[in-house]
């Protein structure tokens, strides 16, 4: 399949992952239509900064509204569906905004991809469905915890997807990435939090330091985004786009600190612990499904991710509020 002078909607087109997935499949020939959060500043997320948005068609709106929502989708072939509230932190404050969004903003575009005949809706999950792993590693039939606000929003826009599938036979595919990091993150994410920090020097403030995660570049994750819109016959499945590998939260700080040259120690901040029953203490991916279902498989080792990270936090560093925890 060629991307070639496909309509293309990407929900939260303005974010983290959004921002590369919208750059990359204009890159591609798609015509992209980029759905960012409205805001009276008029502002466009990381687009705004994106040599790209010229040729995008920019599409302000509100995923909850179901009109919004319809708007955006006429005419679309594939619908990349990214957009959510995604920090756990903040779902321990506003728990209820997260089942608006994610949960109805789910709904809403899948209500109009089954009105409008699209040919395939990616959704995005998270590996945060998961919960701490009763077995490793994590394959895509592991039992879903919702150990937070937010993931169990998470849990419950995924069955929703699979819902419209299994009732309407709505094309849509879920994409379960692990821990996606990279240019663009906020510090709300544990690498950035640690890069951030060590500019400033060799101390950095962290949560717990021994849960595990599974760590994939962004550029990975953007990749499997578009295998499992290209994929023939994966519709109704989900896939794990993980990397197999984990590292804890001290080791990765320690990793970090010898590519950035300094020997970095830290201290617990109360305010970054989840509450005990709430954090997930090991992910660890099984992406065997992904290879087999949509032809994907990492390719940039957590090193060399990490430095090309480095590097643009420090070229990057008047964005990051070092001295202030974000939620």
């Not at 040599?51 to 072939?77: C, H, Q, T, W």
Request: aromatic share 6%; glycine share 8%.
């Amino acid at each position: 399949m060629t991307w070639q002078g496909k309509k293309v909607l990407v929900t939260g087109a303005g974010g983290f992952i959004g921002s590369h997935l919208a750059e990359k499949l204009t890159e591609e020939g798609a015509d992209v239509r980029a759905m960012v959060h409205y805001n009276g500043a008029g502002t466009w997320g990381w687009l705004d900064d994106s040599k790209l948005a010229k040729e995008m068609e920019i599409y302000p709106g509100d995923i909850a509204d179901p009109e919004s929502v319809r708007r955006a989708m006429e005419g679309i072939d594939t619908a990349f569906h990214l957009a959510a509230l995604i920090t756990i932190p903040y779902s321990y404050h506003a728990p209820r905004s997260y089942l608006r969004t994610n949960v109805e903003g789910t709904m809403n575009l899948l209500q109009a991809a089954r009105d409008f005949g699209t040919r395939r809706v990616v959704h995005t999950s998270t590996s945060e469905v998961y919960g701490t792993a009763k077995r490793v590693p994590i394959d895509e039939d592991h039992p879903l915890q919702g150990q937070s606000p937010y993931s169990a929003s998470k849990i419950a826009a995924d069955k929703v997807a699979e819902s419209y599938h299994c009732a309407f036979e709505t094309p849509v595919v879920t994409v379960r990435p692990f821990n996606t990091y990279g240019p663009r993150q906020s510090a709300r994410a544990v690498i950035p939090t640690i890069i951030s920090q060590a500019l400033d020097g060799n101390v950095v403030k962290l949560g717990s330091l021994s849960p595990t995660r599974d760590l994939t570049l962004v550029d990975d994750t953007v990749r499997g985004f578009l295998k499992a819109g290209e994929a023939v016959g994966c519709e109704g499945r989900t896939v794990n786009l993980g990397t197999g590998r984990e590292i804890s939260i001290g080791d990765l700080r320690d990793l970090i600190g010898r590519l950035m040259g300094v020997e970095l120690t830290s201290e617990t901040d109360r305010q970054r612990v989840r509450p005990s029953a709430s954090e997930v203490e090991r992910l660890l991916s099984d992406n065997r499904l992904a290879k087999e279902v949509i032809g994907w498989e990492p390719e940039v080792a957590l090193e060399e991710g990490l430095k090309k990270t480095i590097a643009w936090i420090e070229a990057n560093r008047d964005r990051f509020r070092r001295d202030t925890y974000a939620i």
